[in-house]
T-cell receptor, first 109, second 114 residues
Framework: DAKTTQPNSMESNEEEPVHLPCNHSTISGTDYIHWYRQLPSQGPEYVIHGLTSNVNNRMASLAIAEDRKSSTLILHRATLRDAAVYYCILDSGYSTLTFGKGTMLLVSP | DADVTQTPRNRITKTGKRIMLECSQTKGHDRMYWYRQDPGLGLRLIYYSFDVKDINKGEISDGYSVSRQAQAKFSLSLESAIPNQTALYFC?????????????FGPGTRLTVL
């Protein structure tokens, strides 16, 4: 299975943009890039996904490198509620997701 | 009301006991999943079911069994619990055929095996 590499943790200040990187150098042509986040004491929740083009939704933006070997989740204005573990996951289309350790995002007031 | 519910939310049991964790969903999804999470680690897939007659082993199925009683219900059993099965267990669901394959997670069951 294609793997992803993320920093263990990142810090941000409230109301500043946050760029969470993910490397996936062995991604295959049909793999979707998914991002989930897990708030403290909760189950993971879907954030965004993409295949080749950059994507935007109400929660975040996803920037995908032209060679698709890396991607960046962008939170435009971090809030305290965005403090969570963020998982970058490749989906080959067989409907099972493999979660790594993710990036713990700390947001300071 | 929550779309994906898990019962119990917390359970303490002893080594050797049989335990059942239950998951129910009101989203009408065909696909259901059981994951476990250990402290500081990501989620690992135990079992998954694409419909009522379909059951598949995940990454760490040893020591666990499942039952898909209906489209809306998916139960996880520990036949003889052992301490290293102490973990946080999550149930999830997803729809068939959606291109984003979004999974919806329950609130989790914290299981402690003494």
């Amino acid at each position: 299975d294609a793997k992803t590499t993320q920093p263990n943790s990142m810090e941000s200040n409230e109301e500043e943009p946050v760029h969470l990187p993910c490397n996936h150098s062995t991604i295959s042509g049909t793999d979707y890039i998914h991002w989930y986040r897990q708030l403290p004491s909760q189950g993971p929740e879907y954030v965004i996904h993409g295949l080749t083009s950059n994507v935007n939704n109400r929660m975040a933006s996803l920037a995908i490198a032209e060679d698709r070997k890396s991607s960046t989740l962008i939170l435009h204005r971090a809030t305290l509620r965005d403090a969570a573990v963020y998982y970058c996951i490749l989906d080959s289309g067989y409907s099972t997701l493999t979660f790594g350790k993710g990036t713990m995002l700390l947001v300071s007031p | 009301d929550a779309d994906v519910t898990q019962t119990p939310r917390n359970r303490i049991t002893k080594t050797g006991k049989r335990i059942m964790l239950e998951c129910s969903q009101t989203k009408g999804h065909d696909r259901m999943y059981w994951y476990r999470q250990d402290p500081g680690l990501g989620l690992r897939l135990i079992y998954y079911s694409f419909d009522v007659k379909d059951i598949n082993k995940g990454e760490i199925s040893d020591g666990y069994s499942v039952s898909r009683q209906a489209q809306a219900k998916f139960s996880l059993s520990l036949e003889s619990a052992i301490p290293n099965q102490t973990a946080l267990y999550f149930c999830a669901t997803s729809d068939y055929g959606t291109p984003d394959n979004e999974q919806f997670f329950g609130p989790g069951t914290r299981l402690t095996v003494l």
